[in-house]
């Protein structure tokens, strides 16, 4: 995907140094969604999901959904998750090494008999390591240049005339004449169309926030529509205010969003008495408004 956190960076440099095979947000399909796993490292017979939480995974409601996802992930051909908290990774990466290593030995040990696994984790293994090839390493013709072709000479055109009129029969084998199917006042001067092409803003509408959200958001999005001018100029502050994992700092007074909190729009943070969790369950609504 390429959107990597600093946290998973972090981890990333540190499964490298340490010669473990991984691979980077690995977008999953489930029955009714989708999930991205930061970090899918592999053994001999299995592979794990490593997951670095941020400050967002503190709140309880999305402790829930991510104890719901583990479960969901080790009934679906994933033997383990580890998840690894900012502070652990900030800390001491190399101990999050130790650990994950730990739970490689472990697997490996209780795993090594099933002869299909090995050889299924072995080929994804080398797709993966062929991919890897393919997004890091040059290809021969990079940084090279090309003269594009653009005039046809008498040859090539008469070449490019017989193909466009003549095929082989496929019944019969013989050659037989076809009619013209691009008579040759068909082909435009694509370049100067191309130039003389402009995108006016008119051409180009962006999507409404209603298009950009899930159905199960909706329900918040018109919540938020009810709410009078002056708190929803408060609760876009707080969007606009926070940082991407959804946190952000309120110093006011309380009584101003004590409706907020009622609603679920804000959630306390239970770490920090001045942080607030904005809009929690809705995380595409959340993008959709601060990106807005």
Not at 186 to 192: K, L, Q, R, T, V
Not at 227 to 239: E, G, S, T, V
Not at 247 to 274: A, E, H, S, W
């Amino acid at each position: 995907m390429g959107n990597f956190t600093a946290l998973e960076r972090v981890m990333g440099d540190a499964l490298l140094k340490n010669n473990l095979l991984f691979y980077e947000q690995v977008y999953t399909k489930t029955e009714v969604s989708y999930f991205i796993f930061d970090i899918v490292v592999y053994g001999e017979t299995y592979k794990i999901v490593v997951e670095c939480d941020g400050p967002f995974h503190n709140s309880e409601h999305q402790q829930i959904k991510d104890s719901l996802r583990d479960l969901w992930t080790i009934q679906n051909g994933i033997q383990s998750v580890l998840r690894f908290e900012q502070f652990e990774i900030y800390r001491d990466v190399q101990k999050c090494i130790e650990k994950i290593k730990k739970e490689l030995h472990a697997l490996d040990a209780a795993l090594c008999h099933d002869k299909s696994r090995v050889e299924k984790i072995a080929k994804e293994k080398r797709e993966l390591i062929l991919r890897n090839r393919e997004r890091y390493s040059e290809s021969p013709y990079s940084n090279k240049r090309v003269q594009i072709w653009r005039a046809e000479d008498a040859e090539r055109k008469r070449q490019r005339n017989w193909m466009e009129t003549h095929a082989v029969s496929r019944s019969t084998g013989n050659l037989i004449t076809l009619p013209p199917k691009f008579p040759e006042n068909n082909y435009p001067n694509y370049e100067a169309a191309y130039k003389n092409t402009s995108i006016t803003n008119d051409q180009v509408k962006p999507r409404s926030i209603e298009q950009q959200i899930p159905n199960g958001e909706q329900s918040v999005l018109l919540e938020m529509k009810k709410l009078a001018q002056p708190q929803k100029r408060l609760l876009m502050k707080f969007i606009k205010n926070s940082n991407k994992d959804g946190i952000c700092t309120y110093r006011g007074n309380l009584i101003d969003i004590q409706d907020f909190i009622k609603q679920g729009f804000i959630v306390p943070n239970r770490m920090n008495q001045v942080t607030f969790f904005v809009l929690p369950n809705t995380p595409y609504l959340f993008k959709a408004l601060k990106n807005g």
